[in-house]
Structure formats: structure tokens, C-alpha cells
């Protein structure tokens, strides 16, 4: 019990910690709101004067001093109030970012959990028969797949089977006349348009999580009990799923559970390339645009995912591990 | 100039680049099969003018910087004007009368109804400027800073100005128009997302969805006969592999490789013009040596060949530009005839030598050397993620260096770069001025001191500092000037005080990129017939929208 109460005093204070430096670090970027929205739209041509003042007067740029408006941001944050974005201007952040998560925590959730299936699955077979071509193929293939940065990815799936063979959509969530629903025939299309930002997400980090089960189970097989059961006459794929992998798998779950944390945050990269509606975008989006109450919130949501996936996977590991509570 | 910079930053630039490098050998693939839904129907016209982010919202508040562009397809100004003929079209008007210098006169044209049916009034001309002056946010144009008060009697709307201000009647003419009818209800018209707008102008919103948006004609619009495309078709991803691959009609954007991009993707019909929007311009911190010393600003101007400059940044689509301040050939019609060689500053390294001489800054052992014995080093300050800015300033700095001079090149943000722009935080900048389609608007925002100011203090114009009594005096002039006769005068003086003092350095001009298909439409505007710019985000649009004829 004190080992879980201390936990929390850890989280509590690590979260305080988060949400303060999340309202200092966008305020130390130089430039304004209004700078940013001028800078956009200068991009057309010469702002004039009058429009200055007019974007100014619009966004209302942050009043009061800097501590009453930490006070009111940690009121906001209590009652997940994030006020009105800035580059969005008149849309509330809530409804941007309610528009955002659900396409990402999909895409990215999903594509993830398939990356650590397969993944972790390719990599038992890799170390139990390490040294054959089950081994090499999919160690050293999926290590030069991980290497590659994402947009080249990104890039050459779009360019070929996008562009060249026109097999799947370019851009966006879903097709150009459709509006989100339950029905069955936008669920249809929505796929259609996940999968090359699903390929691209999967084809680069797969590659990890065989490297990572591979070398723990290497380890495992080496173990005195592994010996014991094959020296038992047990059929080996007993042993190597239900001895070697099942105990190889305590660290792949830890990284796992602060991927799953890092899912919120959407994928940046990936999400730009195919213009995809998410979270990844939207953070970009209001950084390049100085918005700080849609980056507060962006950054409050993720820093928080993180924390309690690293909390949970802490309690996790008081309960697998007894060692961890003394 | 670059509407696409937006979206320019290195990852996108890279994503256009690849993808367009390799589409020029793959040009085989281009035949429009599966594109976009606007592409077949008939009357329908595909045209890329407004970007997601990465979704539409249903945003058509026309006072809002982050409305739907297809608000100024249906929300109508007094007069369009057309920045490249520096011409009014009567519009909600069909003319106006300066009175008196501080007197300016619309008559409000008879016969035009909203598009609910209610019947258009100068009531409704005179409740938006009061609607514009209770919420300053509204108030784009700056219409109040030079108003003193609006009146209607019978179809005759006034303005009483506060002092004498012939070219006001340029800002005045492109305010738009708002019912008052429905506005009136409004409880707060600057957080008012205006879903379903209702406005006097050729089209209404059709469908909308967040990755698209259509517009449909408005049959009761009062020149509907005008109107040729009976829908528009506005996708929220406009890539440049989407342009060329899915038959786009109209599209504003900057394309690498035009010819054989957009041209080659339809060579029958694939045309483009890219009239200049503004003139780019190093602006030098006048507040600072050596920027304060004339002879050092000459120096700079005639080191820098800039033709090289123009080629580096825009690819060759754009021309040089001359030391008159005027947008050439948009303005031609204001130029002084004095100016040797239309203005144009040829480089000369012998010149520019000796005028660095006469403001202290001497060759010594291939470098520039100042009074104190140290070589010569400049900042220039530029936008982050404005590539096409950025190969400009690379020129620049490899011409300068050539010189002996140390050339660092600083690239914040653009938020970061607006406020150092404002704050006069910069020892040169790269920026832009002009375009705004009124000489005097033009050269006020550029001289006049009553923008300049100090230091650390955010200005709106005027970001060089240039503080000068004869260009204040003529700027004043121009003011009240009413016959184009005298007005030539006074223009004449300002672009020759340009071209000797050197406020800023003017170096090449900026693009608007206008890509056109006459496979359905035709009549679009180009350097032949310059009726209108191909800027899609202003009211410049109606003029193209009520000129198209259908492709027979």
C-alpha cells in the first residue's frame, strides 16, 4: 500500500509539473497570435495597416499579468475548459481537438497494437530459430524498414500507390463528399483512406518491436529453466511460447504501455504527408501559429496520456514483480 | 505572394518537390481518372482557392481572417477594384463623386436583392459602417481611421472624412456589405461563424463537408446572366500533385516547374499568368548605422545584380524590380519618365564601391572595412519555411560577400519574424509593400513617418523608420490632390525621392500564381487582358466569376 500511495504522490506532482512548464514553454516562443495570423496572411501579399489592427483587435491577444494568467489557466484545467483557439479563431478548443482524437487515437491506436502483435510474434519465431533465414529476414529487414524516416515512406507509398497506381486515396480522413457517420459505407471509405498512413506507420516501427522480443527471448532461452523444460521432453513450442516468450514479454509490455501513452499525440510526419485530421496536425498546426490555448490543451492531454501509462505500467509492475515493492 | 507557403515548410516543399520531380518524367499517369467529384458535371468549375487545415469549418463570417474564401463570392463591396488597372468596377454602387477633398459621394444601385429576397438599400451600406466602427475588430480596411461620419438620403450614401483624403475613396470602395436585416440579430459579430450567409452576391453555399464545399449559383442575383459556372467546386487539399492530376479549372498556387507541371499536364488547355502582387524589398533599419548613411543604401542597391536575385528566388517567373516604388507594368501608367531606365538599377561593383567609400567603408585585402577597422558584417532577417525568400536572400548574400562584405542570414519563425518586422528588430529584412491597388495608399504605408515607430514599439507600416519631412509634405499633397494631372505630379516627385534616398531596397516582385484551364471556362484574365488579378481571396474574384464564358 505504500508503495502504491507513493506512486501517486509521484504522478500528482510530476502532472503539477507538466501543467506549469506546459504554460511557461509556449510563452517563451517569440512572436504573438496576432504576429503568427499576420504572418499568414502576408503570405498573399503586403498586409495592409488597417488589417493589422483589425487581427489584433480580433484575437485580443492574452490580457492581465502573467501570474493571473496562471491562476486562470490552472482554474481551466480543473474544469477542462480550454477557452477559445487563436488560429481557429471563433472555434473552441475542445470541439478542435474532439474533432481530432478519435481519427488518430484509431489510425495510430490500431496501427500500433498491430505493429506490437506482429512485431513481438516475429521476433519469438526469430529467436527460437535464430541463425535461419526466420531469423535474418525478419531481424535484419525490419531494422533497415525502421531506419527509414517516415515521410520518405510516407512519400514513396503515396507517389506509387497513391499517384502512380492510384490504388488508394492521397489525402485526407475520408473522400472528398463525405461527412463523418455511423454508417457502415463511411466506415468503408475511412479504411480505404487509413491504410497508406496505416502501411507507413506500421512498416517503420514494427522493426523495433521484433528487435526487442528477439534479443530478451535470446536472453530467456538461455535460462536454466528453459534447459529444464526441453530436457522434460516438452514440445517445443510449448516452450517457447508459454516458458521463454511469456517471461521475455515483462519488458515489451513496459515499453508498450508508454507507446500506447505517446499514441495521443498523434503522428506528425505521417498525419502532414497525407494530410490526415489528427492530433499530429492540429499540435502542428497551433505551434506554427503561436495558439497557445490550443497547444496548452494538445500538450496537457498527451503530457497526462503519458503519465498515467507510465503510472499504470509502475502499479503493473508492483503487481508482477514483487521485488519492485520493497 | 505565395499563398502555398503556408503549407511550404520544409516537409511539404519536400513532399511537392519529390512528387513533382518525379511526375515530370512520369507524365504518362496525368489522365484525370478517379479525381475529384467537380471534374465531370458539366457547369461545374473545380478550382482550387481554399485550403483545410486539414478540414473545413463552416466558418463564412466575411469579417474573419479565418473565414471560408467563398465569402467573398457571395458577399459583395460599393466597387471592386482591380490592383493591376489601379481601377474601380462600380459595383453595390454604380458610381461615386468626390464632393470636395473631405467629401466623397456613392450612389447605391437600384434593383438588387439579398439573396432571402428582402431588397437591398443604402441603409444597409450605412449600417455596416456602423456595424464596423462599434466592433474595431471588423474593421479591415481601417474605414474609421479616416471617416468622420456616414449618412443615406434616398439612394445616395455620403461620407463626411476627417480631413482631406481624396484616396480614400479606394479603401471605401471595397468595403463590403452586410445586411442589416440579419446582422442586426447578431449577438456577437465577431465570434459569428455566419453558416448560412446571406449577401447579394453570384453564389450561395451549396453542399458542405469538411473535406469540400460547393457553391451554387444565385439565380436572383442582380447580373446573373454574367454568370457562367453554375457551381463551384472548393476541395480542402489543393497539393500540387492534385492540381496537375485532377483536372483543376482555376487553382491559385505556387508550382515548381510550371511548364511542365501544370502546361504539360493538359497542354491543349493548361494556361497560367503571374502578374505581380507586391514588390519584395530589403528593408534596411533606418534608426541604425550604417543603414542611416544614404550613400551606404546606394552602395547596397548597386551592388546587388537583380536579375540573378529574381531568377534565384521565383524560377524565373517573376521580373527585377526598379527603385520607383511603383508595381511595373501594373502601375506603368503612374511611372516618371525621368527615372533612367524605368527605375531599374543595373548592378555596378565600381559604384557601389565608392558610394560604400563615401559612407566609410573601404576595400582592404578583399574585405570591406568600416571607421574602426573591422569588416563590414549585415544581418539579413527572413521568414522561416519562405523558400523562395530565403534563394533570394542567398543571392543577395553571395553578391554582397563578393564585395568583402560578411553576409549572416537569420530565419526565425514567421510569428518570431512578424514581431521583429513591427518591433524594427533587424539590421535588414526581407519584406514586402505595394499591391494594395492605390498609389498613395501604397507609398504611405512604405514613407510615411506617421507609421515610423521608435524602436521596440510595434509599427503597422513604414517598418524601415524612413522619417522624412518633403516625403511627409508630399504625401500630404496627394491627400487632397483631386485631378489626376496633379496627382502625376506629386507621384513623380515620390518616386524619384524613392530612387535617391533609398528607403528600402527594392529587389524583385512578387508573384500572384494564377493557374487557368479553358477546358469548360473561358475568359480568364492574363497580361493580354488584365481585367482582374488572379488573387482568389478578395472580392478581386467577382470580376473573373461574372467574366467567364462557357468553353463551347
Known amino acids: ?326 | 505572394m505565395n499563398k502555398s507557403r503556408a503549407r511550404s515548410r520544409a516537409l511539404v516543399a519536400v513532399v511537392s518537390a519529390a512528387s513533382l520531380l518525379a511526375l515530370s518524367a512520369c507524365s504518362v499517369h496525368t489522365s484525370s481518372s478517379g479525381g475529384s467529384s467537380g471534374t465531370t458535371a458539366s457547369g461545374s468549375l473545380l478550382f482550387g482557392a481554399d485550403g483545410g487545415n486539414p478540414t473545413f469549418v463552416r466558418d463564412f463570417n466575411p469579417f474573419s481572417s479565418n473565414a471560408r474564401t467563398g465569402a467573398h463570392y457571395m458577399y459583395e463591396p460599393l466597387e471592386v477594384v482591380n490592383s493591376i488597372e489601379d481601377k474601380a468596377t462600380p459595383w453595390l454602387a454604380t458610381g461615386d463623386k468626390v464632393v470636395d477633398p473631405t467629401t466623397i459621394q456613392y450612389t447605391i444601385r437600384q434593383g438588387v436583392k439579398w439573396s432571402d429576397g428582402k431588397p437591398f438599400s443604402a441603409s444597409d451600406v450605412v449600417y455596416t459602417f456602423d456595424l464596423i466602427k462599434k466592433n474595431p475588430a471588423l474593421d479591415t480596411l481601417g474605414q474609421w481611421q479616416s471617416i468622420s461620419s456616414v449618412s443615406a438620403s434616398g439612394d445616395t450614401v455620403t461620407f463626411h472624412l476627417n480631413g482631406p483624403d481624396v484616396p480614400d475613396a479606394t479603401i471605401i470602395d471595397q468595403q463590403i456589405i452586410v445586411p442589416q436585416h440579419i446582422w442586426q440579430n447578431v449577438s456577437d459579430p465577431v465570434t459569428w461563424a455566419d453558416p448560412n450567409p446571406v449577401a447579394t452576391g453570384p453564389y450561395v453555399v451549396g453542399s458542405f463537408a469538411p473535406n469540400e464545399y460547393t457553391m451554387k449559383k444565385n439565380t436572383s442575383y442582380w447580373q446573373a446572366d454574367k454568370v457562367a459556372a453554375e457551381t463551384l467546386v472548393l476541395p480542402a487539399s489543393n497539393t500540387p500533385l492534385q492540381l496537375v492530376k485532377n483536372g483543376y479549372d482555376w487553382a491559385y498556387s505556387f508550382i515548381d516547374n510550371v511548364d511542365t507541371t501544370w502546361v504539360g499536364a493538359n497542354k491543349q488547355h493548361n494556361t497560367y499568368w503571374f502578374p505581380p502582387g507586391g514588390t519584395i524589398a530589403l528593408l534596411p533599419n533606418l534608426t541604425k548605422a550604417p543603414f542611416n548613411n544614404v550613400d551606404f543604401r546606394r552602395g547596397l542597391s548597386e551592388a546587388l545584380n537583380r536579375n540573378t536575385i529574381a531568377t534565384d528566388a521565383e524560377e524565373g517567373y517573376v521580373k527585377a524590380a526598379g527603385q520607383s516604388g511603383l508595381l511595373l507594368p501594373n502601375q506603368q501608367s503612374w511611372l516618371n519618365p525621368a527615372l533612367p531606365d524605368q527605375g531599374l538599377i543595373s548592378q555596378d561593383t565600381k559604384q557601389a564601391l565608392q558610394d560604400f567609400a563615401k559612407a566609410g567603408y573601404s576595400s582592404k585585402g578583399g574585405k570591406l572595412v568600416g571607421p574602426s577597422g573591422a569588416q563590414l558584417h549585415l544581418t539579413i532577417t527572413t521568414a522561416n519555411g519562405y523558400t523562395d525568400w530565403l534563394r533570394g536572400v542567398q543571392a543577395v548574400q553571395s553578391q554582397l560577400q563578393a564585395l568583402g562584405i560578411a553576409v549572416t542570414i537569420d530565419q526565425p519563425q514567421p510569428a518570431a519574424y512578424t514581431q521583429a518586422e513591427n518591433n524594427g528588430d533587424f539590421d535588414l529584412l526581407m519584406g514586402a509593400f505595394g499591391g494594395s491597388g492605390s498609389v498613395y495608399q501604397d507609398f504611405n504605408t512604405l514613407m510615411s513617418s506617421g507609421f515610423a515607430k521608435p524602436v521596440g514599439t510595434a509599427a503597422s507600416g513604414n517598418f524601415e523608420r524612413f522619417n522624412d519631412a518633403q516625403a511627409d509634405q508630399l504625401l500630404g499633397q496627394l491627400k487632397s490632390a483631386t485631378s489626376v494631372g496633379d496627382q502625376q505630379k506629386i507621384v513623380d516627385q515620390l518616386q524619384q525621392l524613392m530612387y535617391d534616398q533609398v528607403p528600402v531596397v527594392s529587389l524583385f516582385y512578387g508573384g500572384l500564381w494564377g493557374l487557368f484551364s479553358d477546358k469548360s471556362f473561358t475568359g480568364w484574365p492574363s497580361a493580354d487582358d488584365p481585367y482582374a488579378t488572379p488573387a482568389t481571396w478578395t472580392e478581386n474574384s467577382l470580376l473573373i466569376l461574372t467574366h467567364l464564358k462557357k468553353a463551347s
Do not use: C
Open chain 1, 1 to 326: 500500500m505504500r508503495y502504491f500511495w507513493g506512486r501517486v504522490g509521484l504522478f500528482v506532482l510530476t502532472l503539477w509539473a507538466a501543467v506549469t512548464l506546459n504554460f511557461i514553454l509556449p510563452r517563451l516562443m517569440p512572436g504573438s497570435p496576432a504576429d503568427a495570423a499576420i504572418a499568414k496572411l502576408s503570405q498573399n501579399g503586403p498586409v495592409s495597416p488597417a488589417m493589422r489592427a483589425s487581427i489584433e483587435a480580433q484575437l485580443g491577444v492574452p490580457s492581465g499579468s502573467v501570474w493571473s494568467q496562471y491562476l486562470s489557466y490552472l482554474g481551466q484545467v480543473v474544469h477542462f475548459d480550454f477557452g477559445v483557439s487563436y488560429s481557429y479563431f471563433p472555434q473552441p478548443v475542445s470541439s478542435l481537438i474532439g474533432a481530432a482524437l478519435p481519427w488518430t487515437l484509431v489510425l495510430v491506436g490500431s496501427v500500433t497494437v498491430i505493429a506490437f502483435v506482429v512485431g513481438t510474434l516475429l521476433g519469438v519465431v526469430a529467436a527460437w530459430r535464430r541463425g535461419t533465414v526466420l531469423d535474418t529476414v525478419p531481424t535484419v529487414g525490419g531494422q533497415f524498414l525502421s531506419a527509414f524516416p517516415y515521410f520518405w515512406i510516407a512519400l514513396l507509398l503515396l507517389f506509387f500507390l497513391g499517384y502512380v497506381a492510384g490504388w488508394f486515396p492521397t489525402s485526407g480522413a475520408y473522400s472528398q463528399t463525405a461527412t463523418p457517420n455511423w454508417s457502415l459505407s463511411f466506415f468503408g471509405d475511412a479504411l480505404d483512406h487509413a491504410i497508406l498512413p496505416g502501411l507507413t506507420i506500421l512498416i517503420t516501427s514494427f522493426g523495433g518491436w521484433i528487435i526487442g522480443m528477439r534479443n530478451t527471448m535470446v536472453n530467456t532461452l538461455g535460462e536454466d529453466y528453459v534447459t529444464f523444460a526441453e530436457a522434460n521432453g516438452l514440445r517445443p513450442r510449448s516452450v517457447a511460447m508459454r516458458y521463454a516468450a511469456r517471461n521475455a514479454l515483462l519488458p515489451q509490455f513496459t515499453s508498450f504501455g508508454m507507446v500506447l501513452g505517446g499514441v495521443v499525440g498523434g503522428s506528425l510526419l505521417v498525419e502532414t504527408v497525407f494530410a490526415y485530421p489528427g492530433v499530429g496536425l492540429l499540435l502542428f498546426h497551433a505551434v506554427t501559429n503561436q495558439d497557445y490555448p490550443l497547444m496548452q490543451a494538445l500538450f496537457l492531454i498527451i503530457t497526462v496520456s503519458v503519465l498515467i501509462a507510465n503510472f499504470l505500467v509502475d502499479i503493473l509492475y508492483g503487481v508482477l514483480d514483487p521485488r519492485t515493492r520493497q
